[in-house]
């Protein structure tokens, strides 16, 4: 699952121009494929940081929705990415980023 996530995100970034609406509600999702970056924004509490986990818990909440998402939260938890709501996204970004998390593990961008 995790890694069909992955995939699919590298396709979409690249199916884009960079100026594009959906590239920056993508924004908080590339902490998800980069670890690394995750640790950091994680540490400095970056607002980046704080959309991943308002997407996180807003996910969590709408599983019934989009039940895909259930197991992919739980591969998120396997790999350490924890979260808290901080209330500082929008209802309209959390739900088209959970659209668009949807959409990469229906395989909409899996070539």
Do not use: G
């Not at 986990?53 to 197991?71: E, G, R, S, T």
């Not at 970004?93 to 593990?105: D, I």
């Amino acid at each position: 699952m995790y890694r069909i996530f992955c995939e699919s995100y590298f396709n979409f970034l690249n199916t884009f121009c960079t100026d594009s609406y959906r590239l920056k509600i993508a924004q908080p999702l590339e902490l998800i494929v980069n670890f690394d970056k995750y640790t950091k924004e994680k540490e400095n509490e970056s607002i980046l940081y704080k959309k991943l986990c308002d997407l996180i818990c807003f996910m969590n909440n709408n599983i019934n929705k989009f039940p895909k998402l259930k197991a992919f939260l739980w591969t998120l938890d396997s790999r350490n990415i924890s979260y808290k709501s901080y209330n500082v996204a929008s209802f309209d970004e959390l739900e088209e980023q959970t659209k668009l998390v949807n959409s990469f593990l229906k395989l909409a961008y899996w070539y």
